[in-house]
Nanobody, 118 residues
Framework: QVQLVESGGGSVQAGGSLRLSCAAS????????MGWFRQAPGKEREFVAA????????NYADSVKGRFTISRDNAKNTVYLQMNSLKPEDTAVYYC???????????WGQGTQVTVSS
């Protein structure tokens, strides 16, 4: 079992930036990925970005490409999501997640609110 603890988030005006952090504890194998999903009110949870822990390979949703950057610090067992050029439609609860397969079991953090005002 992996525990995920998020920090960051908050409120910002459109065009601004925020950084989310997620610290992981527990045992994982080399194929473990970490990433972020988000859920806006009345909408389903959607994929945002992911990074493979060992190789650093990344994937992004089309809606955030060029604006968001996911990275990790192996020494701190922490993954980051740098969010730039934020838009009101980025408003959501952001969840840190860990998984071996995107369609398989996910470990989840508690979620953190991001609000972007126009």
């Amino acid at each position: 079992q992996v525990q995920l603890v998020e920090s960051g988030g908050g409120s910002v005006q459109a065009g601004g930036s925020l950084r989310l952090s997620c610290a992981a504890s527990g045992r994982t194998a080399s194929s473990y990925h970490m990433g972020w999903f988000r859920q806006a009110p009345g909408k389903e949870r959607e994929f945002v970005a992911a990074i493979r822990w060992t190789t650093g390979n990344t994937n992004y949703a089309d809606s955030v490409k060029g604006r968001f950057t996911i990275s990790r610090d192996n020494a701190k067992n922490t993954v980051y999501l740098q969010m730039n050029s934020l838009k009101p439609e980025d408003t959501a609860v952001y969840y840190c997640t860990g998984f071996y397969s995107l369609r398989g079991h996910h470990d989840w953090g508690q979620g953190t609110q991001v609000t972007v005002s126009s």
